[in-house]
């Protein structure tokens, strides 16, 4: 999913910047200082596991992306800092995924799949019984699905992406709702265990 260098238009990329930069002044006025202490942890836990990458048709990958999983341990905005760090760190010394395209990256990783793990897991978390794991799960899937048709977008509107929107979203949503199951799987399954281990740890994920 990270796009590199040479993939999206300057209109594109300029866009998708600019709200990234304005996402991340505001999620930087909202994060809450509570929840510093695992923003180590979780973004090395995700960083190790974007590492795993498969290659899809038209240049880009699919890979585990972990934005759900941020978002419920550590909320929206703390969600997002914890990605952006991963996605920078990978792209200005992994060159995974390209500076110009930085933008669109955070927005489909750091921004869309963090709110929407967030958002899934909150809306079924208040159920009692397995309202938790469903959550997660759901957010863990749909974060992807969310993120993969945001990429798929931007790749087919791009003027220098050698195919349009007809291919690039049924290729990028369609891999990433499939792989999303494996997200969603994954993630409720860490939610889980921590709910009967350490249940505290899901008490910070607030707006």
């Known amino acids: 999913m990270h796009i590199p260098d040479g993939f999206l ?12 930069l304005s996402y991340t002044v ?34 880009t990958s699919l890979h585990f992306v972990g934005g759900a999983l941020a978002g419920i341990l550590l909320g929206p905005w703390n969600g997002y800092m914890a990605m952006f760090l991963v996605l920078l760190v990978q792209t200005l010394i992994f060159h995974d995924g390209g500076i110009t395209a930085f933008g669109a990256n955070l927005l489909n990783m750091a921004i869309l799949s963090v709110y929407t793990g967030y958002v899934f897991y909150k809306s079924f978390a208040r159920f009692p019984g397995r309202g938790k794991v469903i959550g997660s799960f759901l957010g863990g899937w749909l974060s992807l699905v969310v993120a993969g048709l945001a990429c798929g977008l931007q790749l087919g509107v791009s003027t220098q992406f050698p195919h349009n929107v007809t291919l690039a979203v049924p290729v990028m949503a369609g891999w990433h709702a499939v792989l999303g199951l494996a997200e969603g799987v994954i993630t409720a399954a860490v939610v889980s265990y921590i709910s009967s281990k350490s249940p505290e740890l899901l008490t910070g994920g607030a707006v």
Request: proline share 9%; glycine share 6%; hydrophobic share 50%.
């Open 26 to 59: 505001y999620a930087f006025k909202k994060a809450r200082s509570s929840r510093v202490e695992l923003l180590a942890p979780v973004s090395a836990s995700i960083f190790v596991a974007q590492m795993l990458n498969w290659p899809l048709p038209g240049g």
């Open 9 to 20: 238009d300057p209109v594109t990329a300029g866009v998708t910047y600019l709200i990234a």
